[in-house]
């Protein structure tokens, strides 16, 4: 079956520094989300990626599909306390169904 | 209503009860889901409602638990003769056009704790 991975699992990072997060699928996938879950809150959609090889930017932070449809990443330039959270991709598994990633969970130190 | 609205918010059972979780849908969308997350771990997948299509069950842990979706609606979902490892949050979920683009609403989520 699909199974994703995220890295990391964790990552401390200063203010101001930037932030990537990788999701990996062993399989190929149609279409790919991008949620972040801010501290005792729920999860909140980001964006979707469906395209080979698709850019999507959404201010700071940059979502990228890979070439293959295998891969994805999420990347926020110069965080901010506010970006404070854990990011989890969604791979589409089966028709309209998301499975969840691992998750990323983000720190910012002020 | 404006958002997805989940009840209880908080449940505490004792172990071998039954309870049930409650969650009510963004008008109009067509397709709901629920999720179940641990403590400090990700959302695993337990059920899925598309209109009036048969659910994809696929992700229910055990018989013990069940889903039904009453009118295209309101979700209710059981879990029979509760166990410790069921103590998670239960979130529910609703999207337009299946997620495909605009992605899940969640709700809140239901905390359960079973002592």
């Known amino acids: 079956g699909q199974q994703v991975m995220q890295i990391p699992q964790y990552q401390h990072v200063q203010e101001g520094e930037d932030f990537t997060t990788y999701c990996n699928s062993s399989?190929?996938?149609?279409?790919i989300q991008w949620y972040k879950q801010r501290p005792g809150g729920h999860p909140v959609f980001l964006i979707q990626?469906?395209?080979?090889?698709e850019v999507k930017k959404q201010k700071r932070l940059t979502f990228q599909f890979g070439e293959a449809k295998k891969n994805s990443s999420l990347h926020i330039t110069a965080t901010q306390t506010t970006d404070v959270g854990t990011y989890f991709c969604?791979?589409?598994?089966?028709?309209?169904?998301?499975?969840f990633g691992t998750g990323t969970r983000l720190k910012v130190l002020a | 209503g404006a958002g997805v609205s989940q009840s209880p918010s908080n449940k505490v059972t004792e172990k071998g009860k039954d309870v049930e979780l409650r969650c009510d849908p963004i008008?109009?969308?067509?397709?709901l889901y629920w999720y179940r997350q641990s403590l400090g771990q990700g959302l695993e997948f337990l059920i899925y409602?598309?209109?009036?299509?048969?659910?994809?069950k696929s992700g229910l842990p055990s018989d013990r638990f069940s889903a039904e979706r009453t009118g295209g609606s309101v979700s209710t979902l059981t879990i029979q003769r509760t166990q410790q490892e069921d103590s998670a949050v239960y979130l529910c979920?609703?999207?337009?056009?299946?997620?495909?683009?605009?992605?899940?609403?969640f709700g809140s989520g239901t905390r359960l704790t079973v002592v």
């Open positions: 979920a609703s999207s337009a056009r299946g997620g495909l683009g605009y992605g899940y609403t």
């Open positions: 399989t190929t996938l149609s279409n």
């Open positions: 990626l469906v395209k080979s090889g």
């Open positions: 969604a791979p589409e598994s089966g028709t309209y169904k998301y499975i």
């Open positions: 008008s109009g969308h067509t397709a």
């Open positions: 409602f598309q209109g009036n299509s048969a659910p994809d």
